[in-house]
């Protein structure tokens, strides 16, 4: 458990409305990341964070930002929710060590109508 | 620029049979590679991981070695249990990288 929770854990919401997700973390991890997983796709990267203020896109960003404006925190804001938006989201942070290994949160399923 | 490529499922098997998940990569350089684990309606837990060449990484009665010269990391077990059903992913990260880079998954069912 690298003490990583993500809310809300389901939503369901309209084409055109903003969303926000939010990650939190415990243990004072640099880096953040957040993830869309899709079927066939397995998980793919939408933004990360490599400390407070400090962020850059992933593969798949076009429709997503992001701010890290506290260590423990890492929103996701889709500005106008989209239908291709529907997914299943996962926050991950970076320990570093020996490996840097990432961990993941428990996911926030979002569905776009 | 780096890539996994594992084995698609469905894969449905018997309590007790053997598990193997095949993985092969794409990557410049040495990258780690990893297997995640994902049980239903949950995040991903890493399962294993390695990180140079010929290093096995072990957990949970699963194993994988890192084989540089095939460039693969096949998951194994031995003898699975239904507990054992999930999605599989592979997944690496390349030397002085920050992201993982993910296969698509594979779907395992156990059945009693």
């Known amino acids: 458990d690298a003490g990583i929770t993500q809310s809300p854990r389901h939503k369901v919401t309209e084409t055109g409305t903003p969303v926000t997700l939010r990650c939190h973390q415990t243990e004072n991890h640099r880096y953040m990341y957040w993830y869309r997983q899709d079927p066939g796709h397995g998980l793919r990267l939408i933004h990360y964070s490599y400390g407070v203020k400090d962020t850059d896109k992933g593969e798949v960003s076009d429709g997503y930002s992001v701010s890290r404006s506290k260590t423990e925190d890492f929103l996701l804001t889709l500005e106008s929710a989209t239908s291709s938006q529907t997914s299943v989201y996962f926050c991950?942070?970076?320990?570093?060590?020996?490996?840097?290994?990432?961990?993941f949160g428990p996911g926030t399923r979002l569905l776009v109508l | 620029g780096d890539s996994v490529t594992q084995m698609e499922g469905p894969v449905t098997l018997s309590e007790e049979a053997f598990l193997t998940i095949n993985c092969t990569y794409t990557a410049t350089g040495y990258p780690s590679l990893f297997w995640y684990v994902q049980y239903p309606g949950e995040g991903l837990q890493l399962l294993l991981k390695?990180?140079?060449?010929?290093d096995k990484g072990s957990n949970k009665g699963f194993e994988a070695t890192y084989r540089k010269e095939t460039t693969s990391f096949h998951l194994e077990k031995g003898s699975v249990q239904v507990s054992d059903s999930a999605v599989y992913f592979c997944?690496?990260?390349?030397?002085?990288?920050?992201?993982?880079?993910f296969g698509a998954g594979t779907t395992v069912t156990v059945r009693a």
């Open positions: 390695a990180t140079k060449a010929d």
């Open positions: 997944a690496l990260i390349g030397s002085n990288d920050y992201k993982l880079s």
């Open positions: 991950a942070i970076r320990a570093t060590g020996e490996v840097e290994t990432q961990y």
